[in-house]
């Protein structure tokens, strides 16, 4: 299949280039005033919009394995207890929720 | 020479979220069987494009039979976020040479960029091979992952049914934790939360177009107000 290849090759091809542009883009922002202050907050606000997707992305059930997340995440501030805590809570909601 | 070693660090500290994402090459190897690649091309993909959720959703594009054209757009408006990804550490491939430049790009990933911050933010030393490190050990897992996934296609249950598939989110929300400063990143936060819902909820706005409005409103917000 010449097709699939393709579509392996562009796709390849192209996130490199949108790392790359990152980068290259990065580096002409002024180190400081405006323009690095908001570059400074991007990661945060990143990190944050990526849970804000997948949480709404859902229904009730990760709404509530979220807060139990971020409740641990508060307590804890360690990634595997996290991880473990909402993976138990998601799988717990499900199960009554059936 | 401390570029070994960060690196085994960064390797050594990524595993938990690497077990997450060996859960999805699995999964995503019976996606890949289904859209009609072979062991081969699954694991050249996973090595060269080497972004998972381009990478399923370029393949669930050939399996609704939309096209080898319709699957790339999808998988690279996806991975449009990894283009504030790498600005936002700039100074970590800052006076580097071009081949550690365009290593360090390729092996940058949402779980290595984040671990790395939240590191950083607890006072602890993580640059440049700490971030090669944990991404050559993704790098690694994925490809395995996902060849032996499309092997094995028919033996692979659905990350969904073990809660797997909120394991990143988990991961992310520790990670944000972690990267809170204090108040003045309330604002910031909140309005890339708001413009997400709002982007999602009243716009109807696809999920990584979504991700991107809130990431540069909540980065914008902040670059505009003056508070430090």
């Keep these: ?98 | 020479m401390t570029a070994p070693r960060d690196a085994w660090t960064g390797a050594r500290e990524i595993v938990p979220l690497a077990l997450g994402v060996a859960i999805y090459g699995l999964a995503f190897g019976l996606l890949a069987a289904q859209a009609g690649f072979g062991g081969l091309q699954v694991g050249v993909m996973g090595g060269i494009v080497f972004a998972g959720g381009s990478q399923i959703i370029a393949s669930q594009q050939l399996v609704a039979g939309a096209g080898a054209v319709a699957a790339v757009v999808a998988g690279l408006a996806l991975n449009l976020r990894l283009l504030l990804v790498t600005a936002s550490i700039r100074e970590v491939y800052a006076g580097r040479p071009w081949w550690q430049i365009a290593l360090g790009a390729h092996m940058t990933t949402d779980e290595n960029w984040a671990l790395m911050l939240a590191q950083r933010a607890k006072g602890r030393h993580a640059g440049y091979w700490y971030l090669v490190g944990g991404g050559l050990c993704l790098l690694l897992v994925w490809c395995l992952a996902t060849v032996t996934g499309v092997l094995f296609a028919r033996a692979i249950p659905e990350p969904k049914a073990l809660g797997m598939d909120f394991a990143f989110t988990a991961a992310f929300i520790a990670i944000a934790r972690s990267l809170w400063k204090g108040r003045r990143d309330k604002l910031p936060w909140l309005t890339a939360v708001a413009v997400v819902a709002a982007a999602i909820k009243l716009g109807g706005v696809a999920p990584s177009w979504a991700l991107i409005l809130g990431g540069v409103a909540g980065a914008g917000l902040a670059g505009v107000v003056h508070d430090d």
Excluded at chain 1, 5 to 28: D, M, P
Excluded at chain 1, 33 to 40: I, P, S, V
Excluded at chain 1, 53 to 78: D, F, K, Q, T
């Design chain 1, 1 to 98: 299949m010449t097709d699939t290849w393709l579509v392996i090759v562009a796709l390849a091809a192209g996130t490199f280039a949108i790392r790359l542009s990152g980068i290259l883009i990065g580096q002409q922002i002024p180190k400081d005033g405006a323009w690095a202050r908001g570059l400074r907050a991007l990661p945060g606000c990143l990190i944050v919009s990526l849970v804000a997707v997948s949480v709404l992305s859902g229904g009730v059930r990760e709404w509530g394995a979220g807060l139990v997340a971020v409740a641990v995440a508060i307590v804890s501030r360690n990634v595997p207890v996290t991880m473990a805590a909402g993976i138990a809570a998601i799988w717990l909601l499900r199960q009554v929720g059936n």
